[in-house]
């Protein structure tokens, strides 16, 4: 299943979760279809539907393989205004890949601390400033260099605390493309201090273009790659990750609940970003990020000053 928030057009107030009908490109009212399946779904929320399926241990999902024979409105994906398909409660961004942390501080005459290989660890970032597919990304005022990062995001699906690895799967509600903006400049410069990142990060991140669920998803071997103005800049998978999501998990747990609507980052790919390959990004330029089994989430960086 594929979810999704959307809008018809921008005469509406506020946007609609959707179903995603893949195959004939359009995507089904969620209200609607949960309707006709015999749930109550009044919220018009992503993150009730997402718990929804998860604590039904993906029964829902499973029941809506076929869209078929359900009478609604459709609406053409090539149509719609995309929104972050979830409303995320919280935002907890890893550094889970070598490749990645090996190079970005190797270019800056760093090793990778031990600490690194002792525990998954995170930064939490901004959650009210998810952007949606094919919303444009504002270049901040206060940065002159701006950096894509491709990662995999996962949305949690229950609730839990001190969660075991062997459990961890039960608690994902479905995994989504991330595209954590970063202002290098200010980035690396606050982080001298020892906090952050904060204004190098929470100007926005990209989520999209929508929600799936575990089942379609292969976790153990999924192509990555990031396109700048159709240009390849990263070719990798997530099977190359050090840290697995259920790590992640278990970390993020221990001593501390997990609500449905966190959201986790698994951290950048190795290559998945500019400042791996020393280039960056400039004022219109289109980046496509793409994960087999998941879709394109396409933005473009607009530099209003």
């Not at 992503?46 to 869209?67: K, P, Y």
């Not at 994906?77 to 990645?100: C, K, M, T």
């Not at 998954?120 to 970032?125: E, L, R």
């Amino acid at each position: 299943m594929k979810i999704a928030r959307f809008k018809d057009t921008h005469k509406e107030t506020f946007p609609r979760v959707g179903i995603v009908d893949l195959e004939n490109q359009v995507i089904l009212d969620a209200a609607v279809v949960l309707r006709a399946k015999g749930i109550d779904f009044s919220s018009n929320s992503a993150v009730e539907l997402i718990q929804i399926n998860t604590e039904s241990d993906g029964e829902l999902a499973q029941s809506l393989r076929s869209l078929d024979g359900i009478d609604c409105e459709k609406s053409n994906l090539n149509e719609i205004i995309y929104y972050p398909p979830v409303e995320a409660g919280s935002l907890r961004d890893f550094i889970a890949f070598e490749q990645h942390i090996k190079t970005v501080r190797g270019n800056r005459g760093a090793e990778v601390p031990e600490a690194w290989y002792e525990a998954p660890v995170y930064y939490k970032g901004n959650h009210r400033s998810l952007l949606g597919h094919q919303q444009p990304i504002v270049w901040p005022e206060y940065s002159e260099v701006m950096d894509y990062e491709l990662e995999l995001g996962f949305v949690i699906g229950r609730e839990g605390t001190n969660i075991s690895k062997e459990e961890a799967n039960r608690y994902i509600g479905g995994f989504t493309i991330m595209n954590d903006w970063s202002a290098r400049d200010v980035q690396f410069r606050e982080q001298s201090v020892g906090l952050g990142p904060s204004k190098g990060k929470d100007f926005g991140t990209s989520l999209g273009p929508w929600i799936v669920t575990p089942e379609e998803f292969n976790l153990s071997d999924a192509r990555m790659t990031a396109r700048v103005n159709g240009e390849i800049w990263t070719d990798n998978n997530i099977g190359n990750i050090y840290w697995s999501i259920y790590d992640m998990i278990v970390h993020a747990s221990n001593s501390e609940v997990l609500y449905p609507g966190d959201l986790f980052g698994s951290g950048t790919v190795g290559g998945g970003c500019g400042a791996e390959h020393g280039k960056w990004l400039k004022n219109d330029d289109v980046i496509e990020l793409e994960v087999e089994g998941i879709g394109k989430l396409r933005s473009k960086v607009s530099k209003m000053h």
